[in-house]
């Protein structure tokens, strides 16, 4: 009778030995499953955000070189408006070399 018990209790430890194997099997797999969720999800949500941000600085990056041309442009119109006085420029250019 003391040996029925005996492996009676051995067949129940071995049956709790299989259930906690089988329950830490799952629960390791749950948690790859979720870790391979979340980090699809993660990938997805940086991807998105890398592209609205790269569109905002391209977006930014256009609005300075139009700045940039334009202000170019009316720099250039402003030089070329000057009217210069050759014979007033001729002259100074005279008295300069002839005084040293």
Known sequence: MLMN???HLLEVEAEAAVLVSDAQEEADKRIRENEE???ASYEERKKTEMLLRESK???KLDIIKNNYLKELDDYRKE???IK???HKFSILLDE???KG
């Open 57 to 59: 600085l391209k977006d």
């Open 37 to 39: 969720k979340n980090r």
């Open 96 to 98: 300069y070399f002839t």
């Open 79 to 81: 030089i070329l408006s």
């Open 5 to 7: 018990i005996l492996e």
């Open 84 to 86: 210069v006085d050759e």
